[in-house]
Structure formats: C-alpha cells, structure tokens
C-alpha cells in the first residue's frame, strides 16, 4: 500500500510569511507525528495525533507553530510569522496505534529566506 | 528524560568490511522501545528494526544483527560483508512506553554517517 505522503516537498518562503505543510499518513494509521530535522542532527518531535486530537504538542517550538487533524487523517502544520531559523526539513510519520512503530514520509524541506 | 548517544559521527568502510553502529541510550523508565532508522541521501527515514526492553534477544536479519544489552544500556548495529548501498545515515532512537501520551515520542540520536567505499 502507499506510504506516508507529504506535500510539498519543498517550499521556499519569505521571512514572516505563513506557511503549509500537508501530511497524509497510511490508510487506517490512527496515529500521526510531526518532527523537524535540522542539517546534521537527527529528527525532533514536535506533535503527536491520536485520531484527531493533539495529544501531545510538547515539542511545538513557540506558539508560531500550530498543526491540525480534523478528520484523523490529514495534517496541517501551520507556521505563522516564519524566521530563518524555521528553516529545516519537516517530517511526518504514522503508526497503526500509539507506541507502534512508526512510519515516515520523504518530508518537506523549508527554507526560509 | 530520555536520550541516545551515538559517539560515532562517520565511519568509512571498504565494501565487504563488517562495521559496527554504537548507540547508548538513558531512561529512567524499565518500559521502553528501541529503534534503528536509515535515511539515505534521498532523505526519507526507513525503519529496520524495533525492539521492546523486556527482549534482549539478540536478532539477526540477513547481513544486518543488533545487540541489545540492557546492563551497559546499548543498542549496536552491525552490517556484516559492507555493500556501496549501506551507505547511508543510520539513526539510532528510543520511545519511553508509559501512558497513553508520553509513550510515542521518539527520541534520536545525532546519527553515524556511514561511508561503504567500493
């Protein structure tokens, strides 16, 4: 089946603008998880989905950063007022349930200019 | 609160050289996951391995082995007869398995850059 897709997988932005970053998890994953991975260093949580609730959202950076699940599938990350230093690849992933492994996508590379 | 090491940045290789990825990790939990990711150049995370703490078996999958030993709380990868293709970045990662939130973050390590030279 199709894996973990993100889009776009790449966006280019201006300082300060507002930016969307789309996650479709693998059909019937109820679980889903946002990080971001800097140049150099592994993946950092940001936020994890139970179905449609934020269940954790320890990791977001600043309240700029905010992500929906409405319908327990999709996720938006939404980054508000970008700063240079938001620049870095966004990655999604998806699990069947909590503490399953997880599954990520190709990931989205920001840059913000 | 939790955290993995892995000490070693890069490692170069010759193609059909044995390699070893060291991983030593910290949790003050006695549940918990362990994991080992490849991330290519082309960037996407691909999953090799989970391992929960109560399984200290050691497991073999082709040319790949990992070594669990909880007692030096470690976690090493070892790629038997190198190929060109290993060469990648490998990740090393742990997930705390109390409650129904706190139990699904990954926690990564910086990586080991992985050279296989023909």
């Known amino acids: 089946g199709a894996g973990v897709s993100q889009t776009p997988s790449n966006k280019v932005t201006e300082k300060g603008k507002y930016v969307e970053l789309r996650c479709d998890p693998i059909s019937g994953h109820t679980a889903l998880y946002w990080y971001r991975q800097s140049l150099g260093q592994g993946p950092e949580f940001l936020i994890y989905f139970q179905g449609t609730g934020a269940a954790d959202d320890s990791g977001l950076p600043n309240d700029r950063f905010f992500a929906v699940r409405p319908e327990g599938s999709v996720s938006t990350l939404k980054i508000q007022r970008t700063e240079r230093g938001d620049s870095a690849v966004y990655l999604c992933?998806?699990?069947?349930?909590?503490?399953?492994?997880?599954?990520f996508g190709p990931g989205t590379r920001l840059l913000v200019l | 609160a939790q955290k993995v090491t892995q000490a070693q940045t890069e490692i170069s290789v010759v193609e059909k050289e044995d390699v070893t990825l060291d991983c030593v990790y910290e949790?003050?939990?006695?549940?918990?996951?362990l994991f080992w990711y490849k991330q290519p150049p082309s960037g996407e995370l691909v999953f090799l391995i989970r391992r929960n703490s109560f399984d200290e078996q050691n497991e073999i999958s082709g040319r790949y082995s990992w070594n669990f030993q909880k007692s030096t709380s470690s976690f090493n990868f070892t790629i038997t007869a190198s190929q060109v293709v290993d060469s990648a970045v490998y990740f090393c990662?742990?997930?705390?398995?109390?409650?129904?939130?706190?139990?699904?973050?990954?926690?990564f390590g910086e990586g080991t850059q992985l050279t296989v030279n023909p």
């Open positions: 990662a742990l997930s705390e398995g109390l409650g129904e939130t706190s139990g699904s973050r990954l926690t």
């Open positions: 992933a998806s699990s069947l349930w909590a503490r399953e492994t997880q599954y």
């Open positions: 949790t003050r939990d006695t549940t918990y996951y």
